[in-house]
């Protein structure tokens, strides 16, 4: 039997900075529109908290991490769980390639955030794709 | 580096004991015969993340308050003006590449631009770091309650 | 002479990616942080109880805290508990929407008209909380009533650096908050042993069964703070 891992995709809560709000509206583009069947995600809280399933989760499969400031709250929490990260992404880094989004409101993305979060799971939905055309796990040895 | 410290809120500035200090929140700081700047850590703090950082031309004469680097953090548009009239005798190009230094060590590694001063009594006229501490902490709280 | 921060009530809300009401959760307290109590309030991301250092951890003992979950893991509640110290209200999101008669949202992505309505009940109820902990009457503002240049935006309290001493008391070491602040102050006001207690229950939660060992070990502590006095001659 073999099966195909999902990527978790687990952005940073950023409840006070305007790119956490960014980096949680790409998570949702990934697993909603871009790559349906291949994404999944997990409640950093829950891996902040140490619930045994989130952290299975991430150490079990693939991750990828979506950080909104220099604190990389997902990256840290992601490992301390035991995770270790495929890819980690940084909207900091949209930005630097994006001069032109501005996006100054945590609890309005505007058109600046919302496209800032389309390039940035775009990107991302590459590096998931290329994960996802490595040949699947093999659960079960056979033997000759 | 020796630092004075103040918390204002929930947040905790330093004030680097070696440097002086001008209302605008910039430092300045004797380097032989020029005088380095940068932002302090409450301007870095309040202004948010820097990714883009505009570094003037060397060789360029400005006076006191004259527009000298402009910086664009996550949150605002920056322009820092210099805390003297004088020279620009350096800039420093790191931040092109690496803009987060001035986040990461605004005293240090972040440093702006070197000036060679016109006149020294302006670099003298600035603040000392006991002096200016309450004054950035003042600032701070009005800050704080907008 | 130094001065506490003022007192407000830090809001801390589940993250909740994985279920509308967690969507719920962020946008109602993001609600109350700009809109309701801008000025009453502050937030913590709570994964920086992990990946922030003893400041974070701190900053929740010193504010009184409202968690507010999406579901009833409490996630909020209980690494804030975990980390730092018990919060003084707990809201759980399915909970609230039951008491009240109310929809839960269908999408975790966008709130829908049934989101919106659990928004403004749900940010009422935390206002009304921040109120009853603060001791202050504030008129009721509809949302609508907030001009837009009143709307402050939420910033969150990453690197709190409320001091923190360790206490040895009954025996056990104990982290104790925010006490050199408190030292300064009274000592410059002269104020009695009494009133520095009140004031060290103020911004640490203290087990009451636990009182008298927590004012004997602060006083203590006082009285290595102070200097002593100058012995006349005679």
């Known amino acids: 039997m073999t099966e195909s891992k999902r990527v978790m995709i687990v952005p940073c809560s950023g409840i006070g900075k305007a790119y956490g709000s960014v980096g949680r509206e790409a998570m949702y583009a990934l697993l909603e529109d871009l790559c349906p069947d291949t994404t999944d995600t997990v409640c950093l809280s829950l891996l902040t908290l140490g619930d045994a399933e989130a952290q299975a989760q991430v150490r079990d499969q693939p991750t990828i991490t979506i950080d909104g400031c220099p604190s990389a709250c997902a990256k840290v929490n992601v490992e301390a769980a035991g995770g270790k990260p495929m890819a980690e992404f940084r909207v900091y880094d949209v930005y630097r390639a994006h001069r032109e989004l501005k996006v100054r409101s945590v609890s309005e993305l505007g058109d600046a955030g919302r496209e800032m979060a389309r390039i940035l799971a775009e990107e991302i939905a590459a590096k998931v794709d290329e994960v996802s055309r490595q040949p699947p796990v093999n659960s079960q040895q056979s033997t000759v | ?146 | 002479m130094p001065v506490l921060p003022k007192r407000k009530v830090g809001l801390i809300s589940c993250s909740g990616e994985e279920l509308p009401e967690g969507t719920l959760s962020r946008v109602t307290t993001l609600q109350v942080l700009e809109r309701l109590r801008p000025h009453d309030t502050v937030t913590l991301c709570l994964p920086l109880f992990l990946a922030g250092d003893d400041k974070e951890r701190a900053f929740a003992r010193f504010y009184p805290m409202i968690a507010i979950d999406g579901c009833d893991k409490r996630c909020a509640a209980l690494a804030t508990e975990k980390y730092s110290a018990q919060p003084t209200a707990s809201i759980v999101i399915p909970e609230f929407l039951a008491a009240r008669g109310l929809d839960a949202p269908h999408s975790r992505r966008q709130l829908d008209a049934a989101g919106e309505r659990a928004v403004d009940a749900l940010a009422q109820e935390i206002a009304r909380r921040v109120d009853d902990i603060l001791g202050v009457k504030h008129a009721h503002v509809a949302e609508e009533q907030v001009a837009k240049s009143e709307v402050v935006t939420a910033t969150c309290s990453c690197g709190s650096g409320i001091p923190v001493t360790r206490l040895n008391i009954a025996g056990k070491d104990v982290e104790v908050v925010a006490l050199p602040l408190i030292f300064e102050q009274f000592y410059g006001d002269g104020k009695s042993p009494d009133e520095l207690f009140t004031m060290v229950k103020v911004y640490n939660a203290i087990p009451p069964e636990l009182e008298p060992a927590y004012r004997e070990a602060t006083q203590r502590a006082f009285a290595e703070y102070v200097p002593a006095p100058e012995k006349s001659g005679g």
């Open chain 2, 1 to 146: 580096m020796d630092y004075l410290e103040t918390i204002v809120d929930k947040f905790v500035f330093r004030v680097a004991r070696d440097c002086r200090y001008n209302d605008a929140d910039i430092w300045a700081k004797r380097v032989n015969d020029r005088v380095r700047v940068g932002l302090t850590d409450f301007l870095q703090q309040k202004s948010g993340d820097v990714a883009f950082v505009n570094l003037p031309s060397t060789g360029k004469s400005l006076n006191a308050n004259d527009a000298l680097v402009a910086l664009e953090t996550i949150k605002v548009d920056l322009e820092i003006a210099a805390p003297i009239s004088g020279r620009i005798i350096a800039v420093n190009d790191a931040l092109t590449a690496h803009p987060e230094l001035v986040n990461d060590d605004p005293y240090g590694e972040g440093w702006l631009a070197e000036l060679e001063p016109s006149n020294w009594a302006d670099y003298d006229a600035l603040l000392d770091a006991e002096t200016y501490l309450p004054q950035m902490k003042a600032r701070a709280e009005l800050e704080r309650e907008k």
